[in-house]
């Protein structure tokens, strides 16, 4: 059974700094590994997807790293901002085609 | 991009009623799509997946009697949650892939608050 962890579980920062949030995994067998942000009381929106032949994606001001050997996937957010603020998950395929599972998410707060 | 809608965005019920969530995708056909139920500070729980013009497959745990889903065309499945009680009150989310399966799209939730 597929086991995500991520942390830290909440993360306060000034504006402007770089930050890191981690995930982890415990079935390194994936396909993918996608992040989301949750703002309070929404949905999910897509951030990155990674497919496992790669080791990294960017959009933006993020990154997301993929290690499948160690189970793990870090997402790199620049120069963080106000907006940034919110919940963000990863998710991890897990016992079937497309189902995944996804972790406690990390809460990010950046303080203007 | 591709868009799923969810409608009601929340809703209140009496307890022992049943409610209807709806999940469209609009503008691309899903034959698979995606029920998540998410508690206060938890993760998204995958309770099920609908298959279009086939019986839903039910996560363990997830009573398929109490949680009905119909997934009649390939852009809309529903989600009835039958004689509701106030645990069942929670933050329900529905998601597809796009043909192709590179990208998943999640619908806004609905909120459902038992009294």
């Not at chain 1, 997807?49 to 793990?72: F, V, Y």
């Not at chain 2, 009623?17 to 799509?33: G, N, P, Y």
């Not at chain 2, 998410?38 to 609908?50: G, H, R």
């Not at chain 2, 065309?73 to 796009?98: G, Q």
């Amino acid at each position: 059974k597929q086991e995500v962890t991520q942390i830290p579980a909440a993360l306060s920062v000034p504006e402007g700094e770089n930050l890191v949030l981690n995930c982890s995994f415990t079935d390194s067998a994936i396909y993918n590994l996608q992040w989301f942000r949750q703002d309070p009381g929404k949905g999910l929106t897509s951030l990155l997807l990674i497919q496992s032949s790669q080791r990294e994606q960017t959009s933006g001001r993020l990154n997301a790293s993929l290690d499948k050997s160690s189970g793990r996937s870090t997402l790199y957010i620049a120069a963080s901002q106000p907006g940034d603020s919110a919940t963000y998950l990863c998710a991890v395929p897990s016992g079937g085609y497309q189902k995944v599972t996804f972790g406690i998410g990390t809460k990010l707060q950046v303080i203007p | 991009g591709a868009v799923v809608s969810q409608h009601p965005s929340w809703v209140i019920c009496k307890s022992g009623t049943s409610v209807k969530i709806e999940c469209r995708s609009l503008d691309f056909q899903a034959t698979t799509m995606f029920w998540y139920r998410q508690f206060p500070k938890q993760s998204l729980m995958l309770m099920a997946t609908s298959n279009e013009g086939s019986k839903a497959t039910y996560e363990q745990g997830v009573e398929k009697d109490k949680f009905l889903i119909n997934h009649a065309s390939l852009t809309l499945s529903t989600l009835t949650v039958t004689s509701a009680h106030p645990e069942d009150s929670s933050f329900y989310i529905c998601s597809a892939w796009t043909a192709g399966g590179d990208t998943q799209y999640f619908g806004p939730g609905t909120r459902l608050t038992v009294l």
